[in-house]
Nanobody, 120 residues
Framework: QVQLVESGGGLVQAGGSLRLSCAAS????????MAWSRQAPGNQRELVAA???????NYADSVKGRFTISRDNAKNTVYLQMNSLKPEDTAVYYC??????????????WGQGTQVTVSS
């Protein structure tokens, strides 16, 4: 069984920074793409940033220049550095991973989410 656990969320003032982490554990053969999405109350979940196994990245227009996604393949961990935070960044942030397990089954799995609240 594979599990994703996010951490690093919290309350921050506008203009501040937070760094989210998401660690994958379990029987993992390979992790392909990893990504961060977010969902604010009343809104649909939206993709924030994604990173491939080769470290190619893409970002939502709303976070370009402020957020940076990175990964540590040795630790099966993806990070999201969030700078210049705005109140509209307030949401529950979820990570997900496209991975292959030790039994060669391919899954796209999600974490439980971590709350980010930006006060004005």
């Amino acid at each position: 069984q594979v599990q994703l656990v996010e951490s690093g969320g919290g309350l921050v003032q506008a203009g501040g920074s937070l760094r989210l982490s998401c660690a994958a554990s379990g029987s993992i053969f390979r992790i392909n793409a990893m990504a961060w999405s977010r969902q604010a109350p009343g809104n649909q979940r939206e993709l924030v940033a994604a990173i491939t196994s080769g470290a190619r990245t893409n970002y939502a227009d709303s976070v370009k220049g402020r957020f940076t996604i990175s990964r540590d393949n040795a630790k099966n961990t993806v990070y999201l550095q969030m700078n210049s935070l705005k109140p509209e960044d307030t949401a529950v942030y979820y990570c997900n991973a496209d991975l292959v397990t030790g039994t060669m089954a391919r899954y796209n799995t999600w974490g439980q989410g971590t709350q980010v609240t930006v006060s004005s």
